[in-house]
């Protein structure tokens, strides 16, 4: 395609903000004595490099750093002292020498001290209540994108790897861990420290190096390749680590088998911390957690807490082959790293735990990346990266879900076990190395004899998807592609993909699959007779859109169990949504297909059924809604009360989670009283006795007392959330909080967002989930502007524009002036092409309200 190359290459802005290449990292050796208490760290730090040319300074990256002095010696003996000077715009310390320095090695010494800061970046100070209620403090780091030099002055560039050699010097009491394991522990007489030395990593990025300093309680190892895994958490909550180590230890193993290659560190903790900004990060041999990804109580957890526990988990673990051992080259190729962590995470998963059909469930992450590439804002998978902060912004569902749905789609197109020996072959090839995404589809392509690179550049390098309209004349099947788009302006009809077509078709003479590839405007498929039905997307894999004739759209829906699987289910009932919302197919005719899944029994398909009803509440005016929540109880009604409120024996757990979920939407969406009033009664089953109420359905009972709640709820949930036994526990009861409907309790609850009693970890989001609550948005959007600046300096950079996204429920057109009014004059720094995409959602939201709000009530009317 025109546009491949440029993708890959270097502009000049990207250019001024990479490092020079005149000298080169080899080996890091640092040590570092952190004070906890006074929220400080000193530094001292050797690193080996190697001058390609004679130069007279170094540029390297330093950020919120005080550099005390800088010298160098070159390979026989002579010192050289420098000075340094600071660029904080860039980002970037330089070291100037009275006189040039040769080309060969040389030993770059620094001294320099740094702040634990409160940003969750770089190297941070994290905070908990221990069981005799004292106030406790660790320090952990968190590098990637670009925030390692907050920690030590470095070549803070994927590319520029090189051997870390750690020291830290610590308090005796304390437990200190870091990528490697332990060579030796020396106690210092006299100062009440020790020293902790560790063993030399491998060669890698500077993103991937971790510093965690703390009273920490870890897990018995167990072993895989020969190198120990451990679970570490704060003291008292090491008996919620099981699981996570036993998923840890599972997926380690598969992958080391898919890899054909053994685990490169010498050793895996899992580490849980208190305070932590994302989901986890994969430093080798030292991944960090949010407790919530990785401690659980597996008897006590709703079967949706174990997911994301197994998935976060084998996420994190699949990187250490890809992103750690194989490195992306610059930033623009984080996808590398993410969509395949994300797509291994799932084969793991289901290798692990086949009965949660995890390939099933991924159709709503594919649905989530499909949402947001529908818009006229969205982007290539890979994209030029050239400041600091473009690469922050780079975390997203099209990075994570549409790159690992893209895969895929290939791999079930080349079939697995090829895919596989592709994958092997290129972390073979690359490893302790960098790669950029030419060097996979080369091995793809060396081990599949296909052409890949055709068929993935028009994925990976153009933003968007198709949408396949498929009819049919006698035996032939006539399939053709265009962009597809919410907002029908401005549209590229010329843009074109490599799609691989899955079918399953019935005929007279019987059932069969086919695949296909479609590379012009329209694909003609001969059949051996004229079809009775036929799939496109069999299986769902691919990623693209289904648009069927009438006719052969009546041909599938009479025996909708029978013909299509669960994910073809979906698909059918999430493209058929995405077209309403583009003003394709009309609303009322997209409610008229809900009426035939009122025994659907899948709960993905539930997932995207009920998602969609959530969005026609927030449509809605107040005197509309009573119209839908009937709607809602007549088809969410029958099935609920075929599955009750408790298990039956032998059932089988999806089935427990779908309860759960039906009963939560009855009881919130769709006001049904008496669901309102059992739930109230489970609950106070299950405040005296756990045990009593079926885990799948305490998240329900719990939001629907908090739909339904006044003041004694709220207090109850407000302790609940203090003396929570578990993380997962915690949150659930934290933002149920943001639930409750009378405005005073709406009040007190936005003032936690701020006034320090949540951790900025959490407050962002508990600020999106008041955002997004139908009868107080109005007044969240209201408390948001009044106290932007304070929230700007007490939140995580990268967890504005996440909550930001609570702007789509604003949904009139006064409204929306006024929020593309404020972000005009206060834009986010970090994800502003995320932010575009709020913005862009929301209108989607507007103007399907103007085209659709009148005909919706009368629809809901002839239920």
């Known amino acids: 395609m025109s546009d491949t190359r440029s993708y890959g290459s270097t502009t000049l802005d990207t250019q001024s903000y990479r490092l020079p290449e005149t000298v080169r990292p080899e080996r890091y050796e640092i040590r570092l004595t952190p004070d ?137 009491g304390l437990t200190a861990i870091s990528n490697t394991s332990i060579v030796r522990e020396t106690t210092r007489p006299g ?177 989530a990346a499909l949402l947001v590439d529908g818009l006229k804002s969205t982007r290539p998978i890979e994209f030029p990266v050239g400041r600091p902060e473009e690469a922050a912004g780079m975390f997203d569902v099209l990075t994570y879900q549409k790159g690992a749905a893209v895969l895929r789609m290939l791999e079930q197109y080349l079939g697995s076990e090829t895919f596989r020996a592709g994958i092997s072959l290129y972390v073979h090839k690359h490893e302790y190395d960098n790669a950029e995404t030419t ?118 829906t009479p025996n909708l169990q029978e013909n299509l699987s669960a994910v073809e289910r979906f698909n059918l009932i999430n493209d058929t949504w995405a077209a309403a919302l583009a003003g394709l197919t009309p609303v009322t005719a997209y409610i008229d297909l809900l009426k035939l899944f009122r025994e659907e029994t899948d709960h993905n398909v539930w997932t995207a059924i009920l998602g969609s009803c959530h969005y026609l509440y927030h449509l809605l005016d107040p005197q509309q809604r009573p119209a839908l929540q009937t709607f809602i109880r007549t088809l969410v009604g029958p099935i609920t009360q075929r599955l009750g409120w408790s298990p039956q024996a032998g059932e089988h757990e999806l089935i427990s989670q779908l309860r759960g979920e039906l009963l939560g939407a009855l009881g919130t969406l769709g006001g049904d009283k008496a669901i309102q009033t059992e739930a109230r009664a489970r609950y106070a089953q299950y405040r005296t006795n756990r045990d009593a109420v079926d885990r799948n359905i305490v998240p329900a009972v719990v939001s629907i007392l908090a739909h339904t709640g006044g003041t004694a709820e709220y207090e109850e949930f407000h302790t609940n959330v203090k003396t929570a036994k578990t993380p997962q526990e915690e949150q659930r009861y934290l933002f149920a909080l943001a639930a409750f409907r009378p405005a005073d309790l709406f009040e007190h609850t936005l003032a936690m967002t701020l006034n320090g009693e949540v951790r900025t970890q959490n407050a962002p989001y508990l600020m999106r989930s008041l955002l997004l609550n139908t009868d107080g948005r109005e007044r969240a959007w209201a408390f948001m502007k009044e106290h932007w600046q304070e929230m700007l300096r007490h939140y995580p950079d990268n967890s504005i524009v996440r909550m930001c996204e609570g702007i789509i429920s604003l949904v009139t057109p006064a409204l929306e002036a006024d929020v593309r009014d404020f972000f005009a004059a206060h834009p986010v720094k970090l994800g502003s092409k995320t932010m575009e995409q709020h913005l862009e959602k929301l209108h989607i939201a507007v103007t399907c309200k103007q085209r659709e709000g009148t005909n919706l009530e009368a629809c809901f009317a002839q239920v």
């Open 36 to 172: 906890l208490t006074a929220c400080t760290f000193a530094g001292e730090e050797t690193v080996l490099v190697n001058v390609r040319e004679p130069v007279s300074e170094i540029v390297l990256n330093s950020i919120e750093l005080t550099i005390l002095a800088v010298s160098i010696v070159s390979a026989e003996g002579k010192v050289l002292q420098g000075t340094s000077t600071l660029d904080e715009i860039s980002e970037r310390a330089i070291f100037q020498f009275p006189q040039m320095l040769t080309p060969g090695p040389w030993r770059l010494q620094l001294t320099f001290s740094g702040i634990l800061n409160d940003k969750l970046h770089g190297f941070y100070r994290s905070t908990y209540t221990d069981a005799n209620g004292q106030d406790k403090g660790l320090a952990s780091t968190q590098f990637e994108s670009t925030d390692a030099r907050r920690a030590f002055p470095c070549w803070d560039e994927p590319a520029l790897k090189a051997v870390f050699q750690t020291t830290l010097v610590i308090d005796e």
């Open 191 to 367: 100062t009440g420290k020790k020293e902790v030395v560790f063993a030399d990593t491998i060669k890698m990025s500077t993103y991937l190096v971790a510093f965690i300093v703390g009273e920490f309680a870890g897990t018995e190892p167990t072993f895989v390749d020969n190198a120990p895994l451990r679970v570490w958490a704060v003291p008292g909550k090491r008996h919620l680590a099981k699981f996570a180590q036993e998923i840890g230890v599972a997926s380690l193993s598969f992958f080391s088998q898919y890899y054909t290659r053994p685990y490169p560190g010498d050793k895996l903790d899992l580490i849980a911390i208190p305070d932590f900004a994302s989901g986890a990060m994969e430093n080798l041999g030292a991944i960090t957690f949010r407790e919530t990804a990785l401690l659980i109580d597996e008897k006590a957890a709703a079967r949706s807490e174990l997911e994301r526990v197994a998935d976060v988990v084998s996420h994190e673990n699949a990187h250490m082959w890809f992103g750690d051992l194989v490195t992306m080259r610059w930033w623009n190729g984080l996808w590398l790293n993410e969509a395949f962590a994300t797509f291994m995470e799932m084969l793991a998963v289901d290798d692990w735990k086949p009965e949660w059909q995890r390939w099933t469930s991924f159709a709503v992450s594919r649905a």
């Open 439 to 556: 060097d996979l589809w080369d091995a793809i392509e060396e081990s599949s004899q296909q052409p890949v690179r055709s068929v993935m550049d028009s994925w990976v390098f153009q933003p968007g998807y198709p949408l396949i309209s498929v009819r049919a004349e006698q035996n032939e099947l006539i399939l053709s592609q265009q962009l597809f788009r919410y907002l029908q302006e401005d549209l590229d009809r010329e843009r074109r993909w490599q799609v691989p077509i899955f079918l399953k078709v019935r005929t007279g003479t019987g059932s069969y699959t086919q695949t296909a590839l479609l590379t012009d405007n329209e694909l003609r498929i001969t059949l051996p007779a004229q079809p009775e039905w036929v799939v496109v997307n069999a299986g769902g894999h691919g990623f693209y859109r289904v648009h069927y004739t009438p006719d052969l759209l009546s041909r599938l």
